[in-house]
């Protein structure tokens, strides 16, 4: 192996910059030539290449984003637009991709791996929706930035004695909801995994208010059926009935700035090393990800086959910590 390649896709995620980083550190450190992609796989098709040495990811670890720019790039998904990247690569005397992003980058990775270029994927995306996994890069900040946002809204609500509908992202999955309820401690929460009923959803909230709370948080997931502004439309037909005054609140990409954590820094750091040492054994059409305490490495067409679960028996204990 002498020249690799890297590119962020899809989504950013606070810690992608740290995964970088690594990626390029760790592949000079085995004499190779790295180059990373500007924008994604729009970047791979453009041919927007650019030589990386250890000085161009320095500064870089303690910020949020991507220094290389991300896309979502629909032309990727097409045979022919794979096909003129595989010949950008080709062209820039590439011998492997490393793929720094979530669902929809690791289905583009496994199509460009099936073609016999290797690529290696590494887990990132805040929504935590990813097999081949157990947390990817961006959603341990992704949560404390949720928490801030939560824990300031209470102070508000009490003070007023509302409710707040406070929506938060994740696509179709409900991670982000569910632990950002059970760490904010909410009243409620709702998750596409499991419908929420809106009669019973303002009954819990009229027993919070009749039980005495002087506020009550709804953290809602975005891919939620009733998603913020639909439950809040549902029960404004009858406003008396909650007892709280209501308030909704989006914090959509807001979640997605900002600078990562230790944790995910650390993970991004791991994950790019990771990286690297798959190519230089000879590993690739994987994905490296932290399962239980541990970097393993996944089949491409397992994770792009599968689909995360969802543990949603923690829903008895965010009711049961709501009392
Ligand atoms: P994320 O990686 O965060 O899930 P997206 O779902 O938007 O974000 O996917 C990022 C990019 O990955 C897409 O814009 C597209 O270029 C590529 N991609 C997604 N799905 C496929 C697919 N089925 N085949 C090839 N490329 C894909
Ligand atoms: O996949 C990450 C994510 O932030 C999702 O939670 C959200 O639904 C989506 O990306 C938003 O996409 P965009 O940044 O293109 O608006």
Request: charged share 20%; net charge neutral.
């Amino acid at each position: 192996m002498k020249r690799i390649a890297l590119l962020t896709s899809g989504g950013d995620a606070p810690g992608m910059n740290a995964a970088i980083r690594a990626v390029v550190r760790t592949g000079l450190a085995k004499s190779w030539d790295v180059f990373g992609v500007r924008h994604g796989y729009a970047g791979l098709i453009s041919g927007d290449f650019v030589p990386l040495g250890a000085r161009d990811v320095g500064g870089i670890i303690q910020l949020g984003g991507t220094m290389l720019g991300s896309a979502r790039c629909p032309e990727f998904k097409t045979a022919d637009g794979r096909l003129k990247a595989l010949s950008q690569l080709r062209r820039h005397e590439v011998e492997a991709l490393v793929v720094i992003g979530g669902n929809g980058s690791q289905t583009g990775a496994y199509a460009l791996s099936q073609s016999g270029f290797p690529v290696v994927g590494i887990a990132s995306t805040i929504d935590n929706d990813l097999y081949g996994c157990d947390i990817s890069i961006g959603v341990d900040t992704a949560l404390n930035v949720s928490l801030e946002a939560i824990d300031r809204l209470k102070v508000t609500a009490s003070s007023h004695h509302r409710a707040f509908l406070v929506e938060v992202m994740g696509r179709e999955c409900g991670y982000l909801a569910l632990m950002a309820s059970i760490a904010g401690g909410a009243e409620a929460v709702i998750i596409p995994e499991q419908e929420a009923d809106p009669e019973a959803m303002a009954s819990d909230l009229r027993a919070a208010y009749d039980m005495g709370k002087s506020h009550a948080i709804v953290v809602v997931a975005e891919g939620a059926r009733y998603n913020a502004e639909g439950m809040a439309d549902y029960f404004k037909q009858n406003g008396e009935r909650l007892g709280f005054d209501l308030r909704v609140t989006k914090l959509g990409h807001v979640q997605r700035g900002g600078a990562p954590g230790s944790f995910d820094r650390l993970l991004g750091s791991r994950l790019g090393a990771a990286a690297t040492d798959q190519l230089a054994c000879g590993g690739h059409g994987v994905l490296v990800g932290l399962c239980m305490g541990e970097i393993k490495a996944t089949p491409l067409a397992e994770v792009t086959s599968n689909k995360k679960l969802l543990d949603v028996s923690l829903l008895a204990l965010a009711r049961v910590l709501a009392l």
